[in-house]
């Protein structure tokens, strides 16, 4: 019986997941900004996006993928700049995002100049995400090499990550739906500005 089939195991990498994931992050920063200002029916693609995303992420590093950027630091740096220029991206398109109004017109024109981010801009997003390699980098160490086959113990993490980060990323976009539901259009401009900082803010991380 190998140590992967110990209730304790699961337990104990269920707990990390949940807390890893759920804790503040760029992610979970865009998923409550978009949710506060499209709504949640139209965050579910980012929402979806982002735990389907790092749970092929979590694959493709446990069959070797990450010893491939490692023998390959030019392409690691080009996967950081290609973060930082997105971050940077959906920090403004954040900080600029009017509030929803009532008036119809205003409404429509909203609707054709901003979107919220999708399934594949934040799958994508997952590879240069700073908080997700630390997470990735966490599991290989901590939790993989349970059975004779250590890639096996990353195919069962990307699945269970696949159900939790949903359930994460769900929940922080419901944060983002009260906040639009209580703050006024003041207040949603400072909230907005505030989840685009600290995505700015996140892209120390990146870097040292």
Do not use: C
């Amino acid at each position: 019986m190998t140590d992967m089939a110990n209730p304790g195991w699961l337990v104990a990498f269920i707990i990390f997941a949940f807390t890893s994931a759920g804790t503040p992050g760029p992610n979970n920063a865009i998923m409550a900004a978009s949710a506060a200002n499209w709504g949640f029916i139209r965050t579910l693609p980012g929402v979806f996006g982002i735990s389907l995303g790092f749970a092929f992420m979590i694959a493709a590093v446990g069959l070797g993928l990450g010893e491939f950027f490692r023998h390959n630091p030019q392409l690691a740096l080009g996967l950081k700049v290609g973060g930082t220029l997105f971050l940077l991206h959906l920090a403004w398109k954040i900080a600029t995002t009017r509030p929803q109004v009532d008036d119809a017109a205003s409404s429509d024109r909203n609707e054709t100049k901003q979107h919220p981010p999708g399934f594949f801009r934040m799958a994508a997003f997952q590879w240069v995400n700073p908080k997700g390699w630390a997470m990735v980098l966490s599991m290989m160490g901590v939790y993989a090499g349970r059975n004779a086959d250590p890639r096996t113990d990353m195919l069962i993490m990307a699945a269970l990550f696949a159900i939790i980060g949903t359930m994460t990323a769900a929940f922080w976009a419901g944060v983002g739906v009260l906040a639009g539901k209580w703050l006024n259009a003041r207040q949603m401009v400072i909230f907005n500005r505030v989840m685009a900082a600290l995505l700015v803010a996140s892209l120390a991380l990146i870097w040292i």
